[in-house]
């Protein structure tokens, strides 16, 4: 299926599901048994970005062909994806919009732009680091997103709302993790609220994300090149907007959290049950 296929299912069908058929056949190649084809293809598919990206043909429209890339390498090795609440995403026509989202491993950062960008223009909030990936770097750039250090939250803060509130007044959504560090824990006190102060600046809609992507894991050496569980289906949903953010902050944050734990939990993740209303 290429992009062009996959976006219209998407704005058609507003959800998406591997067949059962695709992922029989998946799982009989041979190759793609073995964790290194997997790498081996999401390396080629790095290279890729850095083709268009050398030569300026790296844009938007771009991004997402290539992520969409990214998610067949998924299906392909046998891992079901399924994505659910895409009308919500409808309001990206109409006006910049903070999406925020659990974070579990850098697959999701690969693979969103292909679901969200379908409905409207969107960039990252993204750790500087990641802008200094070989290959990866002048893709990433070519995106414009907003860079933080994590260093000092102040500052990163400042950064944040500074080019964030440009980029929404210009129509322009901003996808964000608002944990600290990538986790197969979703918790309260890792889950910051820089996604909802900029919102509240130019009182955009918050749309909470919540994703389990954990058939990905942690590896022991390089974090990035984690052992494969393709038992686990990869998961995404977008919730409903959250309007008047600017004089609900709180309650906001409170009910994108809640959003997330409670359709993360019901796929099985790892959520303290006290925190759950």
């Given at each position: 299926m290429n992009?062009?296929?996959f ?8 959800e998406?599901?591997?067949s059962p ?5 998946a799982?009989?190649k041979f190759?793609?048994n073995?964790?290194?084809?997997y790498?081996v293809n ?11 990206s050398?030569?300026n ?6 991004f997402a062909?290539?992520?969409h890339?990214?998610?067949?390498q ?15 995403l409808?309001?990206m026509?109409e006006?910049g919009?903070?999406l925020?989202a659990?974070?579990?491993s850098?697959?999701?950062t690969f693979?969103l732009?292909?679901m969200f960008l ?6 990252y909030?993204l ?5 200094k990936?070989?290959?990866?770097k002048n893709?990433?750039?070519?995106i ?5 250090k994590?260093e000092n939250?102040?500052?990163?803060l400042?950064k ?7 980029k929404?007044?210009d129509?322009v959504?901003i996808?964000i ?5 990538r986790?197969a824990a979703?918790e309260?006190s890792?889950?910051?609220?820089l996604?909802?102060k ?15 992507t954990?058939f990905?894991?942690?590896g ?9 569980d393709?038992s ?5 949903k977008f ?7 600017a004089?609900?902050?709180q309650e906001?944050y ?6 997330i734990a409670?359709?993360?939990q ?5 959520v303290?049950?006290?925190e759950?209303?």
């Amino acid at each position: 299926m290429n992009y062009d296929e996959f976006r219209k299912i998407l704005r058609e069908d507003l959800e998406y599901k591997t067949s059962p058929e695709f992922l029989k056949l998946a799982k009989k190649k041979f190759l793609y048994n073995f964790n290194l084809w997997y790498y081996v293809n999401v390396v080629k598919c790095i290279a890729h970005c850095y083709k268009y990206s050398k030569r300026n043909e790296f844009d938007i429209e771009r991004f997402a062909i290539q992520s969409h890339e990214f998610l067949q390498q998924v299906e392909d090795c046998g891992v079901a994806v399924n994505i659910e609440g895409l009308e919500n995403l409808k309001i990206m026509k109409e006006q910049g919009c903070v999406l925020v989202a659990n974070h579990m491993s850098i697959l999701e950062t690969f693979i969103l732009p292909s679901m969200f960008l379908p409905f409207g223009k969107a960039t990252y909030i993204l750790k500087e680091s990641l802008l200094k990936y070989p290959l990866l770097k002048n893709a990433l750039h070519a995106i414009d997103p907003i860079s933080v250090k994590r260093e000092n939250p102040r500052d990163d803060l400042k950064k944040v709302l500074t080019e964030g509130v440009v980029k929404l007044k210009d129509g322009v959504s901003i996808m964000i993790f608002p944990q600290s560090t990538r986790d197969a824990a979703f918790e309260k006190s890792k889950f910051n609220t820089l996604g909802h102060k900029l919102a509240a600046k130019v009182n955009a809609p918050i749309i909470p994300v919540a994703l389990k992507t954990d058939f990905y894991s942690r590896g022991r050496i390089f974090k990035d090149l984690g052992r494969l569980d393709r038992s686990k289906p990869v998961h995404v949903k977008f919730g409903k907007p959250i309007f008047d953010v600017a004089q609900k902050r709180q309650e906001a944050y409170e009910e994108a959290f809640q959003f997330i734990a409670r359709t993360y939990q019901s796929w099985g993740g790892q959520v303290k049950a006290s925190e759950i209303v």
